[in-house]
């Protein structure tokens, strides 16, 4: 059967199947190396009861935010925090482009330290696996490194 991830806290979750019933599940039924299932992600389970087992993601909803878009912006457009709108990080974005822009007349030093957090977050950006960049700047209320 198919159905939806209607949320997971690492260990147990919940699924909505497309019969209209709940089941629960936990992280020992997911199959492969999958070890996290993002809420609204679509999978393909087994019923046992009211207990979903063997339980295969077939599309993530991770795509809502995608790491190396991020990455781009933060190296070419950074100074400006573009990568931070991007992510939905408006505060950190506005601080962002005003040093960035009206930073310059405090002989430049405001535009370089940004520059250079924009340099460091590309290269975090990318390292990050896929699970753990959603987890942190995406679903998570990180803004910063």
Known sequence: MRGKVLSFNGSTGLISGDDGKRYTFSVSDLMGDTVYVPAGSTIDFEVAGDTAVSVYVIATAMGEKNKYIAALLAFFLGMWGVHKFYLGKNTAGIIMLLCGTIGWIFL??????????????????LVKTDQ??????????????
């Open 108 to 125: 430049c030093i405001p535009p370089l330290i940004i520059g250079m957090i924009a340099f460091i977050e590309t290269i975090i950006y």
């Open 132 to 145: 753990s960049f959603y987890e942190d700047y995406v679903q998570g209320n990180k803004s910063w490194f």
